[in-house]
């Protein structure tokens, strides 16, 4: 049987027909097994080991080179899918097949929290280009580089500049 990449070989593998039902388990005279089963640890990354002619899966972490997610981030955009053209792209510059890059880039997008709050420094950016020469308003064009350079979905920032006026403390500060 071949091994996998799902599976680790610990001593000499025996397949499952290979054995047959005279030393499948050991029993006594009264029927009792002799052997006592390991505890289930309920965890599938180390399960126990019976004896040495046990498979142990081992599982497969998907994390990535340094190198390889700066590339995959810097061409992340959580408003669209890739297109056909960038995952080949992305396939030349990053050494991963086609559908590693499109599961990286739809766990990432399901990962990332829906309502997540703006932190202290996207706060402070946003509150410099709201209140850039006194317009009070960042324009939709700002916006959408905004929302690519913070990370933030570009609804966050409208809805943000929306409501700014209404919670702004950043002038009343500046007055003091």
Same mark, same amino acid.
Request: glycine content about 4%; aromatic content about 6%.
């Given at each position: ?38 505890? *289930? ?14 498979? $142990? ?13 700066? $590339?995959?981030?810097? *061409? ?6 890739? *297109? ?16 590693? $890059? ?75």
């Amino acid at each position: 049987m071949p091994i996998t990449r799902y599976m680790k070989m610990v001593g000499q593998q025996r397949a499952p027909s290979d054995t047959s039902s005279d030393d499948s388990c050991s029993e006594t005279e009264d029927g009792k097994d002799t052997e006592p089963s390991p505890p *289930h640890s309920g965890d599938d990354s180390e399960p126990a080991m019976k004896d040495q002619d046990t498979i $142990i899966p081992v599982r497969k972490n998907a994390s990535f080179p340094p190198e390889t997610l700066s $590339i995959l981030t810097t *061409h992340y955009n959580p408003e669209r899918e890739w *297109h056909k053209e960038e995952l080949t792209q992305l396939q030349e510059l990053t050494g991963l097949k086609r559908q590693q $890059i499109y599961d990286w880039g739809r766990n990432r997008r399901r990962s990332v929290r829906k309502y997540a709050y703006i932190d202290q420094e996207q706060h402070e950016r946003l509150c410099l280009a709201y209140h850039r020469d006194k317009r009070n308003n960042i324009p939709p064009e700002e916006r959408k580089i905004l929302s690519r350079e913070l990370g933030l979905k570009v609804t966050k920032v409208t809805n943000w500049v929306n409501g700014h006026h209404r919670l702004c403390r950043c002038q009343k500060s500046e007055v003091n």
